[in-house]
T-cell receptor
Framework: AQSVTQLDSQVPVFEEAPVELRCNYS??????LFWYVQYPNQGLQLLLK??????LVESINGFEAEFNKSQTSFHLRKPSVHISDTAEYFC????????????FGAGTRLFVKA | DTEVTQTPKHLVMGMTNKKSLKCEQH?????MYWYKQKAKKPPELMFV???????INESVPSRFSPECPNSSLLNLHLHALQPEDSALYLC??????????????FGPGTRLTVL
């Protein structure tokens, strides 16, 4: 069965420090990978996605994620976080066999402290 | 433009009320979704419409009734809800052609409270 594991439920970090949010997936078929961010009392916003090509993908606000097929991982990183990055981050996959189901991880709460 | 809009932002209803949630997108997407999200949890899929036809119903109780009047609109009709149905209801859309086109774009959600 397919699954997505986000190992850390909460990640506290000081402002301007680097951060890594971990995501591992399990699937018997190829997948497309996504990171969504949810700010308090808001919907989910697409942060970045890996569909094919370069395994390193970047977002416009400084986050990047690297697809590692051998380790079945898609960790999210940022070299220097801001207070405004405080949010819930969800890793998700869609199977490339088609269909409409997105499998979400449980989420990681990033808390940036001053 | 990757905007999905939802109304209302907040809704409080009694267990005997009938209300509706509305979702709209103008991206030409042909798949639209309803999700339910409880606090500190990921979204749970409820329904998927593809080309205005119900494609997936994740065994949702009949007190939730989806409707897709046209390719841009998606409604969720609510009747005789229970307090445990209180949650954030999220709408999403995608191109709906399968594969790489199925990146989902989410609306801001409706915060529903059932008294």
């Amino acid at each position: 069965a397919q699954s997505v594991t986000q190992l850390d439920s909460q990640v506290p970090v000081f402002e301007e420090a680097p951060v890594e949010l971990r995501c591992n997936y399990s699937s018997s078929v190829s997948v497309y990978l996504f990171w969504y961010v949810q700010y308090p009392n808001q919907g989910l916003q697409l942060l970045l996605k890996y569909l094919s090509g370069s395994t390193l993908v970047e977002s416009i606000n400084g986050f990047e994620a690297e697809f590692n097929k051998s380790q079945t991982s898609f960790h999210l990183r940022k070299p220097s976080v801001h207070i405004s990055d405080t949010a819930e981050y969800f890793c998700a996959v869609i199977l490339n066999t088609g269909g409409f189901k997105t499998i979400f991880g449980a989420g990681t709460r990033l808390f940036v402290k001053a | 433009d990757t905007e999905v809009t939802q109304t209302p932002k907040h809704l409080v209803m009694g267990m005997t009320n009938k209300k509706s949630l509305k979702c709209e997108q103008h991206m030409g997407h042909r798949a639209m979704y309803w999700y339910k999200q409880k606090a500190k949890k990921p979204p749970e899929l409820m329904f998927v419409y593809s080309y205005e036809k119900l494609s997936i119903n994740e065994s949702v109780p009949s007190r939730f009734s989806p409707e897709c009047p046209n390719s841009s609109l998606l409604n969720l009709h609510l009747h005789a809800l229970q307090p445990e149905d209180s949650a954030l209801y999220l709408c999403a859309s995608s191109q709906g052609t399968g594969g790489t086109q199925d990146t989902q774009y989410f609306g801001p959600g409706t915060r529903l409270t059932v008294l």
